[in-house]
């Protein structure tokens, strides 16, 4: 499960064998959040309010590279990092 981007203790990782919708996973602390690429919303999980609110704020800004690392990752290809939220 490839690690696509760190910021404020939320690491950001997207599964190469992975369900549709298009999606990844953020995990925060002893949280876990599925958060759909096409949108940005919450599939499965939770994240503190905080965690959440910047999770959302990165993907928005990351969309285009999120669905590319998606389409990378489905076809067992490597994928690029993702600059953090700063």
Known sequence: ????????????R????DHVPPH???????FEAEIAIDGPQLLRGSL???????TM???TIHSDELRLAWDL??????VARIEPLR
Do not use: D, N
Request: glycine share 12%.
């Open 1 to 12: 499960m490839p690690e696509l981007s760190r910021f404020f203790g939320i690491v950001i």
């Open 14 to 17: 997207i599964h190469f064998e």
């Open 24 to 30: 990844f996973h953020a995990i925060y602390g002893e």
């Open 48 to 54: 503190p309010p905080r965690g959440f609110g910047m």
């Open 57 to 59: 704020e990165w993907a």
């Open 73 to 78: 990752a489905k076809a067992g290809r490597p």
